[in-house]
């Protein structure tokens, strides 16, 4: 079944009472709620999360949206979401009714004005694979506008999604496009599943040459393996997994400071770990924790 396909065979939504749950935030400058759902227990490997948002803010709203090991696909009900230069200083794009954003090993700055609504769905790098059948190389490091993602199936999708009842309907009909889409497609390699798998339970603690030791395979084809179906080479993945780990124990305040962070995610010593942050956030760590702003600890992936 192409995702067109899967798309009309879905788009008839009707209210229903899937739970969620709901979290708002207002002070002086921005008002936010944000309902979030469960996918299908199928989608289980593909989809991690649905969250619909409303926002509104007196002035323009600026977002450090830092890498992680998944893909982010967002569909645009309101004002148009801007992507602003490393700087700050000018937009880039604008992707009217939606986008994909690849895996990415640099922060992405993001910028909305007054109000914005629409609805943020995780996918893993391997789902999203099979979902848009595009290998995951094509989008690294890239934000793709939904409809170049979906096809002619994008417009559809978008508007079945705006027109929805509520947002258990939204969740209840990405369930269902999605489910008929993977019906009809391959399954990501083993030895694909094999490689993020264990990267992912060694916290990218594992060394590239151990991991291709560990599957039987060249370093070379490990490499091309995860370029097509995850869409970084597997030591740059390890760094974004270390990354989004440090930020989450410190976060949960499971250690002390960052040194301790550093220690327990493996780094070689406190100025590597810092290093890395400036990497992949554009800023130092007491930086970075400065400019955060409400609910974002709740809202980062994974």
């Given amino acids: ?51 619909g948002y409303r926002e509104r803010s007196l002035g323009p709203m600026r977002r450090r949206e830092l890498p992680w090991p998944g893909i982010v696909l967002i569909f645009d009900f309101g004002p148009t979401l801007r992507f602003l230069d490393a700087d700050g200083t000018a937009v880039v794009a604008r992707h009217p009714g939606g986008f994909l954003a690849g895996v990415h090993d640099v922060t992405v700055l993001t910028e ?25 190389g094509e989008v690294a490091n890239r934000v793709v506008w939904v409809d170049d993602a979906f096809g002619r199936a994008g417009p559809r999708l978008v508007e079945a999604l705006l027109n929805a009842p509520d947002w258990s309907a939204r969740f209840d009909l990405l369930d269902s496009v999605i489910t008929r889409r993977l019906s009809e497609t391959a399954r990501p390699s083993r030895l694909a599943v094999a490689g993020w798998q264990r990267l992912q339970d060694s916290g990218g603690r594992i060394a590239i040459g151990d991991l291709a030791a560990e599957l039987d395979c060249s370093r070379k084809h490990l490499i091309a393996v995860f370029r097509d179906q995850i869409g970084l080479p597997p030591k740059t993945i390890a760094r974004i997994l270390r990354f989004h780990r440090a ?10 400071g960052w040194a301790d962070v550093a220690y327990e995610c493996g780094y070689t010593d406190q100025a590597h770990f810092v ?28």
Avoid: K, W
């Fill in 247 to 256: 930020i989450g124990l410190y976060d949960r305040g499971l250690c002390a």
């Fill in 1 to 51: 079944m192409t995702l067109a396909s899967a798309v009309e065979a879905a788009c008839r939504p009707a209210a229903t009472h899937r739970p969620v749950r709901v979290v708002r935030h207002a002070d002086a400058e921005t008002e936010l709620e944000m309902v979030s759902g469960d996918p299908d227990p199928r989608l289980r490997g593909t989809v991690l999360d649905y969250t």
């Fill in 275 to 302: 290093n890395d942050f400036r990497h992949f956030a554009g800023v130092s760590p007491t930086v970075f924790l400065a400019q955060r702003r409400p609910l974002e600890r709740a809202t980062l992936p994974g």
């Fill in 112 to 136: 909305t004005v007054g109000e914005q609504s629409g609805l943020h769905v995780n996918l893993t790098p391997l789902g999203a694979r099979r979902l848009l059948g595009l290998p995951m």
